[in-house]
Every structure is written in structure tokens, then in C-alpha cells.
């Protein structure tokens, strides 16, 4: 049964811990260079993907027993609370520009850099751990696709204006702050359930 409370987690989740992210940079980078609806359609089908991979190995995890499941995500998004804080900033993700300008060339460079990019990437993984946790891969898909989709928005239209008034610290630092309060949350779950 679709949940709204469980959209709305995994949504708040995804999106404050991709914001940060490169593929916001390279979503701003690309809204730049090309017509923003193009690129919108790439970056919004690459995350599709994404997500659908992920919602896909949460479905394996559902298998295990539920407080090996709680542990394993409350280990994950610890691990990923400590990526965020130890992570290096890296520079843009350098992008071949499109020969020229048509709707296929302009999605296909959007949609091939965040297929590579994300694959595996700390938001697919916490995508999967929620759908586990929650074991409601519908709500938490769509509340990850539209958190991912959000984050491109942004960056395509005005990234650089919430970069302007939000500091990148800061967004990373509460991105952690979330993860770590999940972890010790699916910890305790584990141990008391």
C-alpha cells in the first residue's frame, strides 16, 4: 500500500544528500550550456534507471531476516554520514558537448553522464536501504525519483543561486546529520526488535 509518510522520508533523505552531490554540478553545468528542458529529460530518465536498479536489490534485502536487515542499513547510512563528512570536494564532471543541439544529442549527454556517474553513488544506495527498511519499494521510489528529479531542477534552473545563500558545508553537514540519526535509528531497531 502506497505510504505518503514513507514518500515524503525517503524524499527529504535523498534529496538534502543529493544536493551536494556532482551530478548537481554537472546537472548546473549542462542547464547551462543547453536548452533546460533537454537536459531535463536525460538527467530525469538516467535517475529513473537509477532508482528502479536500486528498488530492485532492496527486494533481495526483504529476504533476510528484519533485524539483519536493520543492522546492515543502520551500518550503511553511518558509513554513508561518514562518506559526506570525509568526502573531498572534486571538481566538475568534465562533459563532451554535444556536436549540437538537437533534443537527442543534448538528453543523451545528460542522460549517459548521471547513468555513469550514479551508478552505485551513496543516493542509490540509501534508496535501497530505505525500500529495505520500509519494505514499501513503491513509495520509496517514487518519493527517490522525485527528490532526484527536484535536485536536478535546481541545478539545471538555479543552482547557483542556492548556492549563493546555502553553503555547500552546510548542506552536507545536515545530509550527515540525517543519515547518522537513520543508522542509529535502524541500529536500535535491530537490537531491540
Same mark, same amino acid.
Given at each position: 500500500?502506497?505510504?505518503?509518510?514513507?514518500?515524503?522520508?525517503?524524499?527529504?533523505?535523498?534529496?538534502?544528500?543529493?544536493?551536494?552531490?556532482?551530478?548537481?554540478?554537472?546537472?548546473?553545468?549542462?542547464?547551462?550550456?543547453?536548452?533546460?528542458?533537454?537536459?531535463?529529460?536525460?538527467?530525469?530518465?538516467?535517475?529513473?534507471?537509477?532508482?528502479?536498479?536500486?528498488?530492485?536489490?532492496?527486494?533481495?534485502?526483504?529476504?533476510?531476516?528484519?533485524?539483519?536487515?536493520?543492522?546492515?542499513?543502520?551500518?550503511?547510512?553511518?558509513?554513508?554520514?561518514?562518506?559526506?563528512?570525509?568526502?573531498?570536494?572534486?571538481?566538475?564532471?568534465?562533459?563532451?558537448?554535444?556536436?549540437?543541439?538537437?533534443?537527442?544529442?543534448?538528453? @543523451? &549527454?545528460?542522460?549517459? +553522464?548521471?547513468? !555513469? %556517474?550514479?551508478? /552505485?553513488? #551513496?543516493?542509490?544506495?540509501?534508496?535501497?536501504?530505505?525500500?529495505?527498511?520500509?519494505?514499501?519499494?513503491?513509495?520509496?521510489?517514487? @518519493? &527517490?525519483?522525485?527528490? +532526484?528529479?527536484? !535536485? %536536478?531542477?535546481? /541545478?539545471? #534552473?538555479?543552482?547557483?543561486?542556492?548556492?549563493?545563500?546555502?553553503?555547500?558545508?552546510?548542506?552536507?553537514?545536515?545530509?550527515?546529520?540525517?543519515?547518522?540519526?537513520?543508522?542509529?535509528?535502524?541500529?536500535?531497531?535491530?537490537?531491540?526488535?
Amino acid at each position: 500500500m502506497f505510504s505518503f509518510t514513507v514518500m515524503a522520508i525517503a524524499f527529504g533523505v535523498i534529496f538534502i544528500a543529493e544536493l551536494p552531490d556532482k551530478t548537481a554540478l554537472a546537472s548546473l553545468m549542462l542547464g547551462a550550456r543547453y536548452r533546460a528542458s533537454y537536459v531535463f529529460a536525460g538527467v530525469a530518465a538516467a535517475f529513473a534507471v537509477h532508482v528502479a536498479l536500486a528498488i530492485a536489490a532492496a527486494s533481495v534485502l526483504t529476504l533476510l531476516p528484519d533485524r539483519l536487515v536493520q543492522a546492515v542499513v543502520g551500518v550503511l547510512f553511518l558509513a554513508g554520514a561518514a562518506m559526506l563528512l570525509l568526502k573531498k570536494g572534486d571538481g566538475e564532471e568534465e562533459v563532451k558537448p554535444p556536436a549540437d543541439q538537437s533534443f537527442w544529442k543534448v538528453s @543523451g &549527454a545528460g542522460f549517459m +553522464l548521471i547513468l !555513469v %556517474a550514479e551508478f /552505485g553513488d #551513496l543516493t542509490q544506495i540509501m534508496t535501497a536501504n530505505l525500500a529495505a527498511k520500509y519494505e514499501d519499494p513503491i513509495s520509496v521510489g517514487i @518519493g &527517490a525519483v522525485l527528490a +532526484l528529479w527536484a !535536485v %536536478a531542477g535546481i /541545478g539545471i #534552473l538555479g543552482g547557483r543561486t542556492l548556492m549563493k545563500y546555502v553553503p555547500l558545508s552546510l548542506i552536507t553537514k545536515i545530509a550527515a546529520a540525517v543519515m547518522s540519526a537513520l543508522g542509529v535509528f535502524s541500529l536500535y531497531e535491530a537490537v531491540v526488535a
